[in-house]
């Protein structure tokens, strides 16, 4: 049975954050990485060989477990990939106030973070993170 590819590793997020070409996506990078260290109280962490994440948590799927960071990010080469909820609808007033973004079911696109209010996105993230202690208990 296929495992998940995504997993923790042991890789330096610093060393990866400055490895990111484009000097503006690099200090964003930064940014949202410091933004959600204080949001969830974790240190960062490499998931695979380009996701940033924070925390973890235990799912089913099928009949294994398996491991995924609680929110995380990814600098990708054209925006800011963020992993925060499962699904956006249910926040449509601070989706609307946060400014220039499109969202997939699971992940949230933001090309720079100066095109969004970072009160409105530290505010989303927050309730993500809330919703997901709600929904998968951290351990501590």
Known sequence: MAQNKTRATG??????????????????????AAMMERVTGEQPYMWGPSIIGFGSYTYQCGKRDETAPRIGFSPRAKEQVLYLADGYEQHGELMARLGKHRTGRSCLYIKKLA?????????????????MDKKYPRDR
């Open 11 to 32: 890789a330096s997020v610093a060393e990866f954050i400055a490895a990111v070409p484009d000097e503006e996506r690099r200090a964003d990078a930064t940014r949202l």
């Open 115 to 131: 095109d969004v209010d970072s009160g409105v996105l530290e505010e989303l993230t927050e309730i993500c993170v809330a919703q």
